[in-house]
């Protein structure tokens, strides 16, 4: 499924938070959103994922306008999983993970059970099945919704900064499971190096607007690495898998 970002923008207190914005993800493709922060890459994910209307713009998938959507509908399209996420009640691990189920009305519980046991098998969480979730480290939480998001079988997956609280051996295990799910993702990625690795196009965002975008190996260059992040990098090849990474020091000051 194809996502279409066409002139997103999103004004707050007398201010264009997002400028816009226009982007898109052919279907099966992971696309990310890099940019320092306060750029606008979560609120740009929000109007994607309907948490917020922006002020001008489309959010489409396949054409259709995804807030003139019905709920369960664009949810049977589309999970996203925000940069911070919360649960008022303890309730399991499998309980969590099973929530991503609802918006699917010809379920039956044992299909349910399936898919959520394969979700939770994906994403190495099956053994806390019967944890509390308010229990969890950051990371197993992180992994829990990863595996809700899974269970919930979308087409399009929107993930804002999905490597938070995870350590590098989780890090990889996630974005390579995103990357093999076949689905068109989105998402807003804090640390460049995993960008480039896992990504097939980059957008990046400064003051709200989208200042390059191509495959990382011609966006992530040292001017614009300089001119947007205020670091100076430079590019190496990964010397198994060929993709551009980058080594980071500060600017050089001048007097």
Do not use: W
Not at 22 to 36: E, H, I, M, Q
Not at 101 to 124: F, K, Q, W
């Amino acid at each position: 499924m194809r996502l279409d970002v066409d002139g997103v923008t999103v004004e707050a207190a007398g201010r264009r938070i997002v400028d816009d914005i226009r982007l898109a993800v052919d279907s099966g493709a992971f696309v990310g959103l890099v940019g320092p922060n306060g750029s606008g890459k979560s609120t740009l994910l929000r109007c994607v994922y309907r948490a917020l209307r922006p002020a001008a713009g489309l959010v489409r998938l396949d054409g259709d306008d995804v807030h003139a959507l019905p709920p369960r509908a664009a949810a049977r399209r589309l999970a996203a999983l925000p940069q911070e996420s919360s649960a008022e009640f303890d309730f399991t691990v499998a309980e969590v993970v099973a929530t991503g189920r609802l918006p699917h009305r010809d379920r039956t519980a044992a299909h349910d059970r399936e898919i959520c046991a394969g979700a939770m098998e994906r994403t190495g969480v099956a053994h806390l099945a019967g944890r509390g979730f308010l229990t969890l480290s950051g990371g197993e939480k992180q992994r829990v919704l990863i595996a809700r998001s899974l269970a919930q079988q979308p087409r399009v997956l929107v993930l804002d900064e999905p490597t938070n609280h995870l350590d590098i051996a989780h890090q990889l295990d996630v974005l390579s499971l995103v990357r093999a799910s076949g689905l068109s993702v989105l998402a807003a990625l804090h640390d460049l190096n995993l960008a480039a690795a896992h990504c097939d196009l980059l957008y990046v965002i400064a003051d709200g607007r989208v200042v390059a975008s191509g495959p990382p190996q011609d966006v992530l260059r040292p001017d614009l690495l300089a001119d947007v992040f205020g670091v100076r990098g430079h590019p190496v090849r990964h010397p198994v898998t060929g993709a551009v990474q980058l080594l980071f020091d500060l600017l050089p000051t001048t007097d």
